[in-house]
């Protein structure tokens, strides 16, 4: 990797009632980009997620309240550009991200190649087998959108460089503001990368809600339905490569 996998990254971990997993991944994270500022955001934990991380490692920012997963991921990428941020790492704070893949994740976006990288896992081994469903049809919807390979279209593990965390900002504020981040991105004709990364389930409760939120993320599909019909091409093709 050209440069030093921690120059200028910020990694922003997204929490909610997370205190039994929090400390581990912020401290692999620390350990994984020793430079790098890890944003912990409690998105309003009853349970004490961030309190116990304040001045101990991480930039601990909280929502009074409980706002969704998207609402989190806003206000730690908003905090990680004012800070400088060039690159811009997103992982769970649940345990499911291997915080140690983060230099090989970013790697794509420090050297220029890519303006986001998806941490893809394998729709095998561990995955439920509802959540490979619905992760086999996310994908091959972003794939037609786009007009490029996407593995994994629902992967929180990402990496943006700061022109992409500049360019694209979703007003979603749940779970559905990933998937939105992410067609935006395809549909706009940046650079997207994809690096395998170990699939983790160890059967952590998830706060996805099965209906509500599924219903959203059809919703940000159905903007793009001219795409997914006729493909990245026939509807025109995706923007030129930024």
Request: net charge positive.
């Amino acid at each position: 990797m050209p440069g030093r996998a921690d120059e200028a990254v910020a990694v922003v971990i997204p929490a909610y009632q997370a205190a039994a997993t929090i400390a581990d991944v912020v401290s692999r994270s620390r350990r994984a980009v020793p430079d790098a500022i890890v944003y912990l955001v409690d998105d309003g934990s009853t349970d004490g997620t961030g309190e116990r991380w304040r001045g101990k490692g991480a930039t601990v920012l909280i929502h009074p309240r409980n706002r969704g997963k998207g609402a989190a991921l806003a206000t730690g990428i908003a905090a990680a550009l004012q800070g400088g941020a060039r690159v811009i790492v997103t992982l769970d704070g649940d345990g499911q991200h291997p915080p140690e893949e983060i230099p090989r994740l970013a790697a794509a976006v420090v050297s220029g190649g890519a303006d986001l990288a998806l941490g893809a896992r394998a729709r095998a081994g561990t995955m439920p087998w509802g959540r490979r469903c619905t992760n086999w049809l996310s994908a091959a919807l972003a794939s037609r959108i786009g007009g490029v390979a996407v593995p994994d279209a629902q992967t929180g593990f990402r990496a943006l460089s700061r022109r992409i965390a500049e360019a694209i900002r979703p007003t979603e504020r749940r779970y559905d503001y990933e998937t939105a981040f992410l067609l935006a991105a395809l549909a706009q004709g940046y650079r997207v990368h994809s690096e395998p990364i170990p699939t983790v389930y160890e059967g952590r409760p998830s706060h996805f809600r099965d209906w509500a939120d599924t219903w959203r993320l059809a919703r940000v599909f159905t903007r793009y339905g001219r795409k997914i019909v006729l493909g990245a091409r026939g509807a025109g093709g995706a923007a030129a490569a930024r």
